[in-house]
């Protein structure tokens, strides 16, 4: 099975645009959640969705969003850029969504905001 | 989620066993025990996770103490592909759970 895909790989940004980053779970995997890690901060929970619906938030401003598809690739996006922004944004996948689902990981998005 | 406490930094020797420990006092009925490692420059891999009773797979073991307060992932035998930060994660099946809250980890170096 092909693991978690996530494009771009890298993308540099200025201050003030947007940007998508889109993630492409492991067939058969139905639930996305999405991570920032910084050196400061660590790795941040983001926000998960499962069959469509955000099913939980972390603690990000309203600038963070996402969405899944029927497919159950998902996308996020971050409106109206800042520096602090710059970080790798992960994306893992489960089957399904619960404590007791383990998480596969997807390699990352550099995001680079100047 | 629960919290969880790691020693910051291990050191072992390539080809010997390592019992890295998690301690978890506050650990509610209905959360599961995960472990996750996070290699240089790569997103984190899951590791193992269990509930009550020991787990084996393919790449370690949790031991889980009988209060289920402290827990231990062991590998059998370590190489130098296993110098990674270990996190230990509480996760409730209650309902609702959240994403993985990853802290500090556990720094494990090996020595060839």
């Known amino acids: 099975k092909a693991g978690v895909t996530q494009t771009p790989r890298y993308l540099i940004k200025t201050r003030g645009q947007q940007v998508t980053l889109s993630c492409s779970p492991i067939?058969?995997?139905?639930?996305v959640s999405w991570y920032q890690q910084t050196p400061g901060q660590g790795l941040q929970f983001l926000f998960e969705?499962?069959?469509?619906?955000?099913?939980n938030k972390g603690n990000f401003p309203g600038r963070f969003s996402g969405r899944q598809f029927s497919n159950s690739r998902s996308e996020m996006n971050v409106s109206t850029l800042e520096l602090g922004d710059s970080a790798l944004y992960l994306c893992?996948?489960?089957?399904?969504?619960?404590?007791?689902?383990?998480?596969?990981f997807g390699p990352g998005t550099r995001l680079t905001v100047l | 989620d629960a919290k969880t406490t790691q020693p910051n930094s291990m050191e072992s020797n390539e080809e010997e066993p390592v019992h890295l420990p998690c301690n978890h006092s506050?650990?509610?009925?209905?959360?599961?025990i995960h472990w996750y490692r996070q290699l240089p420059s790569q997103g984190p891999e899951y590791v193992i996770h269990g509930l009550t009773s020991n787990v084996n797979n393919r790449m370690a073991s949790l031991a889980i103490a009988e209060d289920r307060k402290s827990s231990t992932l062991i590998l059998h035998r370590a190489t130098l592909r296993d110098a990674a930060v270990y996190y230990c994660?509480?996760?409730?099946?209650?309902?609702?759970?959240?994403?993985?809250?990853f802290g500090k980890g556990t720094h494990l170096i090996i020595q060839p």
């Open positions: 067939s058969g995997h139905r639930s």
């Open positions: 506050t650990i509610s009925g209905t959360d599961y």
């Open positions: 969705y499962f069959s469509e619906t955000q099913r």
């Open positions: 994660i509480l996760r409730d099946n209650g309902g609702g759970a959240d994403g993985l809250t």
């Open positions: 893992a996948s489960s089957l399904m969504s619960g404590g007791y689902n383990e998480q596969f």
